[in-house]
């Protein structure tokens, strides 16, 4: 693995001041502390608001479109979950943990589809329970990590231009990601049956 670490911030004095972005700072208990606290307790909340919109149903529920979208409650928590796993797997090891986008074949694009839906023999516990595998397994790396500004280069891709992504990078979009698709979650619910997560 090789990962390259930003340029630690210094101190008036010129000694370098390590923060928590850099060293995994936790209390005593081995709770994560600072920003690490703070992304992991903001991807908590927006894991939350998804599964919410799933709460009181049925398996057969959980599979059903309820707007002009392909999206389902079920299927939008499976493709959530293989996004955090992916982009964690991709702190870890780099782009060889996504593949070659661009070398994907009309297989790989239909077995990517299948991410969004909820497939024969499947249930929408058994995917809850892997999403919640994901998220402990998210935030026991976040705790640990060496360093939040280690980079990795992206995976090839038409949306990546050569780019590198940080941890800290992978962290917000991993947050960006659950938080649109726990809107898109809402409003699928509320067509479902008129349910809302608030009001």
Known sequence: MTMHSGTGHQTDAGAQN????????????GTPTGE??????????HRHFLRFTTRG??????????TASELC??????????TERGWVDFILEGPSAMGD???MTEKDFEERANEFRMLPGETLAGVLDAYAEVARRTD?????????????????????QDERWSAR?????????????????????ESLDGAKSMG
């Not at 390590?18 to 208990?29: E, I, K, L, P, W």
């Not at 790396?141 to 990546?160: E, G, H, M, R, S």
């Open 18 to 29: 390590v923060t928590d972005g850099q060293t995994g700072a936790r209390d005593q208990g």
């Open 36 to 45: 690490r606290a703070d992304l992991l307790a903001t991807l908590a909340k």
């Open 57 to 66: 149903l049925t398996d057969e529920q959980a599979g059903m479109r309820t």
């Open 73 to 82: 409650l079920g299927g939008l928590i499976k493709h959530v979950a293989g």
């Open 101 to 103: 986008f661009d070398a």
């Open 140 to 160: 026991e790396i976040v705790a640990t990590l060496p360093d939040l500004d280690a980079t990795q280069p992206l995976p090839n891709a038409p949306w990546f």
């Open 169 to 189: 990078r992978v962290l917000l979009h991993i947050i960006a990601e659950t938080a649109q698709h726990a809107g898109h979650a809402d409003i699928i619910r």
